[in-house]
């Protein structure tokens, strides 16, 4: 597997990095939320648009996101805008998303952008090629907060994503048993060892789907995601609990 390199964050390769949203719905809670990152284990900033109330008048997210890259200081920024469809706080059509993902690779100010793959269809080709330009790294997503598919539609899913051209890869499901989590574990095994050629990112959401959120070190998934204070997610917990898991688990993964 081949890691993709940003601001000096190897991802794809050793420890599974931390990325921590900033979800707030005013600019002063987002760059209040952005300041307390300060001090804290984290690899990666991810802007959660969708929870601000001013996110469809652009301005105010290219004013933000000025800020929010000035206090993200030299971690990677990830933007994301995650739609009802798929576990977000505002519905959106598709053409708007399209747009308002294209606006914010333009601005050169994000390192990283989440395009969720089924949304913008078509315009994925698009996307990829105005993010590339601006050398931003796309993250190609899927999330399920239905149920969790077959492990054969899992694996498909993230191969469509990889042959479109997608930088990394990512899917998030919801399981309703335990076998669910065992089956997006097993399809993330199947997809890094036999398929993937550059980072994937999974996890099963909520209580149940915990552990995933640990163990990607040993089933293949890159990044993982932990709360500051908001949760954006269900199963997010803190990073203060998080790291010591993944380096005790890193530390002892290939101890004989």
Not at 83 to 108: H, S
Request: aromatic residues 6%; negative net charge; glycine residues 8%.
């Amino acid at each position: 597997m081949n890691p993709v390199i940003v601001r000096n964050v190897k991802i794809g390769e050793g420890i599974p990095k931390i990325c921590v949203p900033v979800a707030g719905t005013t600019e002063k809670e987002i760059l209040t939320q952005a300041e307390e990152l300060s001090g804290l284990p984290v690899d990666i900033v991810e802007w959660r648009a969708d929870w601000f109330t001013d996110v469809f008048v652009f301005e105010r997210v290219n004013e933000v996101l000025v800020k929010l890259r000035k206090a993200a200081g030299d971690l990677p920024l990830l933007f994301t805008f995650r739609t009802a469809m798929e576990g977000g706080e505002k519905a959106v059509a598709a053409a708007d998303y399209t747009e308002l993902v294209i606006r914010a690779v333009r601005t050169g100010l994000i390192d990283l952008v989440d395009i969720e793959f089924f949304t913008v269809g078509e315009d994925m080709e698009k996307c990829l090629e105005t993010a590339h330009k601006a050398d931003v790294k796309v993250i190609a997503s899927s999330h399920d907060f239905q149920g969790t598919p077959s492990k054969e539609d899992m694996i498909s899913r993230l191969r469509r994503m990889q042959e479109a051209g997608a930088d990394i890869l990512k899917l998030a499901v919801m399981p309703r048993s335990r076998r669910d989590v065992l089956a997006l574990l097993d399809a993330t095994q199947e997809m890094v060892t036999r398929y993937a050629d550059r980072p994937v990112i999974t996890m099963s959401m909520g209580g149940t789907g915990l552990i995933s959120r640990l163990c990607g070190e040993e089933f293949g998934s890159s990044v993982t995601f932990g709360a500051a204070k908001q949760a954006s997610a269900p199963g997010q917990i803190p990073v203060l609990e998080l790291e010591p898991i993944l380096k005790t688990i890193h530390e002892n993964i290939h101890t004989k």
